[in-house]
């Protein structure tokens, strides 16, 4: 596919894609070409610079991703993170966006205490400690975020 960079005979500018170049130079030939603007037929090219992709350099519009090698230690460390996160998807209700309300009702004595997990915005959390409720967040795994 290319792309041109059209003008009608009025300046409307504008751009197509094309299969070829003579694609565009057929549609041009049976005024298939219209401006979106006055409808003219009478269709240019315009000058424009070719678009290169470059390997010796990163685009400009990819987002990067913080990584790191990781020591004995830290593989270890994630692995704990992966069993603790485990445990508590095992052996506790999910409530889903439930859950402040369901913690503050715990703490208060509202309810029976038991195991929970779920969601809860970044305030809420905040609030919630504030209160003195003990909550933790559950750790992200990094292929989790893939």
């Known amino acids: 596919m290319i792309r041109y960079s059209l003008a009608c005979e009025a300046g409307h500018g504008f751009d197509s894609w ?3 170049s003579a694609d565009y130079d057929e549609q041009r030939a049976q005024a298939l070409i219209a401006c979106p603007v006055c409808a003219s037929t009478a269709i240019e090219k315009r000058i424009m610079a070719p678009s290169l992709a470059r390997a010796d350099k990163e685009s400009v519009h990819e987002d990067k991703t913080p990584v ?10 994630r692995k704990k993170l992966r069993e603790l996160r485990e445990h508590v998807t095992k052996n506790a209700d999910y409530v889903g966006d439930r859950f402040p309300q369901l913690a503050r009702q715990m703490h208060e004595e509202e309810i029976e205490k038991r195991s929970i997990y779920g969601e809860a915005k970044p305030a809420e959390v905040r609030a919630l400690l504030e209160e003195g409720v003990e909550v933790q967040p559950l750790p992200i795994l990094p292929e989790e975020r893939n």
């Open 18 to 20: 094309f299969r070829s």
């Open 68 to 77: 790191a090698m990781m020591s004995p230690e830290e593989k270890e460390f």
